[in-house]
């Protein structure tokens, strides 16, 4: 019966929930375990409990999450645990719930010595850069070894996507590029004429009067601007 209380030992801590609740996710390992009539075969049964071997603490939110279909990661457990968990019990739903938690949250980027915090949708921004890449496998903070103050604009342009050096900012213009390279982000703008070349978006706001800031400009040395403004203006 689906309202058949149920004791579970996991790893020596015993649990008391409902077989509804275990099969709550019918397609996981727990709801094919747990349902009357599925094939798949129980866990054994110790002491007049069903034995899982697994870390209680950490299953204490997969069964939360099967009562309330919401998940709350207490601070004693690593998220890395609770989804290497959430996946060998094949709960997709959850890994989903995690995943969307981890991009929430807050990271913290140390550059070059600089401690920067931001949140992980800003730094996933561009998914298939390497900083998108650090951030999705980091905990809490990264170790970025560049310029801090080319990160400081790069991670401007990330949160808002203008492309500017901002007065009184002392920092090598080529280092921006130079960052921009090594962390896989992408800072340029695809002129009309097509691929491989650019249009000179960036603008320098740090002398009197402002200026535009080509490729090279900005240590981006394989990178092209025509020649032609009709083909680099900002607007085309």
Known sequence: MASDVITLNVGGRLFTTTRMTLTSSPDSVLGRMFDVSSPFPPARIIDGAYFVDSNPD???VILDY???KSVIIPPTVPPEALQTQARYFGL???LDEIQMKKMACKLRINAGGTVFETSRETIMKQ???LLAQLASNAAEEIFLDVCPKAFEILLNFLRSGARKIPPNTNVCTESIGYAAETLG???CLESKKGPGYCKISWIDDRRDKSRFCNCKMLGLRN???VSSADDWLVND
């Open 92 to 94: 997709d739903c959850l």
């Open 58 to 60: 950490v299953f204490q």
């Open 127 to 129: 998914p298939g850069s």
């Open 223 to 225: 990178h092209r601007n």
């Open 66 to 68: 099967l009562r309330y």
């Open 185 to 187: 982000i992408n800072i």
